[in-house]
T-cell receptor, first 121, second 107 residues
Framework: GAVVSQHPSWVICKSGTSVKIECRSLDFQATTMFWYRQFPKQSLMLMATSNEGSKATYEQGVEKDKFLINHASLTLSTLTVTSAHPEDSSFYIC?????????????????FGDGTRLSIL | GIQVEQSPPDLILQEGANSTLRCNFSDSVNNLQWFHQNPWGQLINLFYIPSGTKQNGRLSATTVATERYSLLYISSSQTTDSGVYFCAVGGYQKVTFGTGTKLQVIP
């Protein structure tokens, strides 16, 4: 089945550094990938939609300059948290969308990575 | 945007007990799915159920789209059922997750 690999799974770094998270679709091409953020004991919130070869679409309230998204190929999207601070600590999850024509549901066509736990000291 | 509320927010069960989790949504939806997020954060697909009833082992789900709610039933709960259960609704571009139900099954 469709597999999404997210790396790293866990990262700890000092305040002020930038952190890059990768999301790869391993056995399918994903023209669209999604980035979610989850605070402790809260739900997943969509941050942005990443489209291959074009600029990402950010949800209201998400800082574009803080969370840089690049989707340079059909199998890879990256999220870079720039100049990270402790308030950026969170659980980040990506999903990649397979062709909706292959499934009965656009939601089903999204395949989720295992997430990245980011801790900024 | 669409609002997705789940109840109860927290649930503690004795192993072997049954439970019902509810998902209410504020607008008509074409897609609805239930996920289990395990303690390591992994999202595990349970059901795709925009309408009707489905069963998979000890789990079953029912969605009444006209009344904008879905139910997830867990029977004979096991400690491995612990975690957070999310419903999510979506379309082609966007998925909205519910508020979640945290389930703890104690031996």
């Amino acid at each position: 089945g469709a597999v999404v690999s997210q790396h790293p799974s866990w990262v700890i770094c000092k305040s002020g550094t930038s952190v890059k998270i990768e999301c790869r679709s391993l056995d399918f091409q994903a023209t669209t990938m999604f980035w979610y953020r989850q605070f402790p004991k809260q739900s997943l919130m969509l941050m942005a939609t990443s489209n291959e070869g074009s600029k990402a679409t950010y949800e209201q309230g998400v800082e574009k300059d803080k969370f840089l998204i690049n989707h340079a190929s059909l199998t890879l999207s990256t999220l870079t948290v720039t100049s990270a601070h402790p308030e950026d600590s969170s659980f980040y999850i990506c999903s990649a969308r397979d062709s909706p024509r292959k499934t009965t549901s656009a939601l089903m066509a999204q395949h989720f990575g295992d997430g990245t736990r980011l801790s900024i000291l | 945007g669409i609002q997705v509320e789940q109840s109860p927010p927290d649930l503690i069960l004795q192993e072997g007990a049954n439970s019902t989790l509810r998902c209410n949504f504020s607008d008509s939806v074409n897609n609805l799915q239930w996920f289990h997020q395990n303690p390591w954060g992994q999202l595990i697909n349970l059901f795709y159920i925009p309408s009707g009833t489905k069963q998979n082992g000890r789990l079953s789900a029912t969605t009444v789209a006209t009344e904008r709610y879905s139910l997830l039933y867990i029977s004979s709960s096991q400690t491995t059922d612990s975690g957070v259960y999310f419903c999510a609704v979506g379309g082609y571009q966007k998925v909205t997750f519910g508020t979640g139900t945290k389930l703890q099954v104690i031996p």
